[in-house]
Nanobody
């Protein structure tokens, strides 16, 4: 059973920064890429960014230049540095491998997420 624990969320004013952390079980972390997702009320969960085991990163357009995803392979940790936050970034943030990896390995578990609220 996958174990994922996200932390670091909070309330911040627009333009501020937050750093999210996720610790994953070794069984999940060792599958390869890890990603950060977010879900806001009434919207589907979306993959915001992901980082491969070797450190290559990819972002959705709306966060490019503002968010930085990274990982510590020794600690099974994934991070999301969020800068210049906007109200539309408000959501519950989760970590997990990207959708393709989750599908291939039949992963269904999610952590509780961490809430990010950006005030205007």
């Amino acid at each position: 059973q996958a174990q994922l624990v996200e932390s670091g969320g909070g309330l911040v004013q627009a333009g501020g920064s937050l750093r999210l952390s996720c610790i994953a079980s070794r069984s999940v972390f060792s599958l390869g890429a890890m990603g950060w997702y977010r879900q806001s009320p009434g919207k589907q969960r979306e993959l915001v960014a992901h980082v491969t085991y070797s450190g290559q990163t990819k972002y959705i357009d709306s966060v490019k230049g503002r968010f930085i995803v990274s990982r510590d392979n020794d600690k099974y940790m994934v991070y999301l540095q969020m800068n210049n936050l906007k109200p539309e970034d408000s959501a519950v943030y989760y970590c997990n491998p990207p959708p393709a990896t989750m599908s291939v390995y039949g992963l269904e578990d999610w952590g509780k997420g961490t809430v990010v609220t950006v005030s205007s």
